[in-house]
């Protein structure tokens, strides 16, 4: 099994909690989401610094990355899963990309069908906010292990309307589902795509190792996610003396 898939999965049995059990602080202590770092693909450095903020994954953005490169992050990263964008593939190479030490692969859905068939790696399917909900839903269907949601070109902060599409999604989508992130984000942005549902962030390359570690502390220090609250019922209780109350009924009648 993919490792980033891997860590997905323990996220979601971690956030889930047996009632009527308390387990000790250490043992519930685990990422609110999963960071995964952004890389170009052309600067080895990157990979270092994925290692130094200690990210969930890092993720190859550039789609001109050599197969070269690509080894060579890999086994920079160590444990660390790595991903590759790809725009279009076929058998061989997602075999060769697992044997250089790629742990799963994003892609759009203009993507051959045959990916969806390998088990070599992770797969994860691409979609712009604007995807019709009918194909939204569809990917409940398709076997991928779960969604990216691209986050609209230059965004300086998460709106409204993109905060309401995620949460649609993630509605309708019954897979994890993951975000890139804007240029800058704040503490209260990533606070509301926790609550939203979502589990998993994807940081630009372009960011500093500084700003990514300082990311990686605010996901770090989010507060407990909410539970909403049921909506009250309306009880009905039987009732019992039916035929008392069609006494009195014809009695008022009678007067």
Known sequence: MSK?????????????TSIGF???????????????AGLSGTKLDEAR????????????????????????????LGDIPLGVFVKSTSEEKV?????????????????????????????FLMIEP???????KAINSLNVDGVFISSKSDDAFIDVEHLLVCRRFVE???????????????????????????????????RSAETLRELGKMINELPEKTKSRPAKADVKLPHYGGSVSGEEDEEQEEI
């Open 4 to 16: 980033f898939v891997d860590k997905l999965q323990s996220l979601s049995k971690s956030s889930t």
């Open 22 to 36: 308390r387990h000790s602080v250490s043992e519930l202590k685990s990422p609110a989401m999963l960071l995964v």
């Open 49 to 76: 610094i994925v290692v130094d903020v200690n990210a969930a994954a890092g993720l190859i953005w550039g789609e001109g990355s050599s197969t070269k490169t690509v080894g060579q992050t890999a086994e920079a």
């Open 95 to 123: 075999d060769e990309l697992a044997s250089l030490g790629c742990d799963f692969v994003v892609f759009d859905i203009s993507m051959p069908a045959l990916i969806l068939q390998r088990e070599e790696v992770g797969k």
């Open 130 to 136: 604007s995807l019709d909900l009918g194909f939204v």
């Open 172 to 206: 309708i989508i019954e897979k994890p589902v993951i975000v890139a992130l804007p240029a800058s984000v704040t503490k209260t942005e990533l606070t509301v795509l926790r609550q939203t549902g979502i589990v998993g962030l994807v940081a630009s390359s372009k």
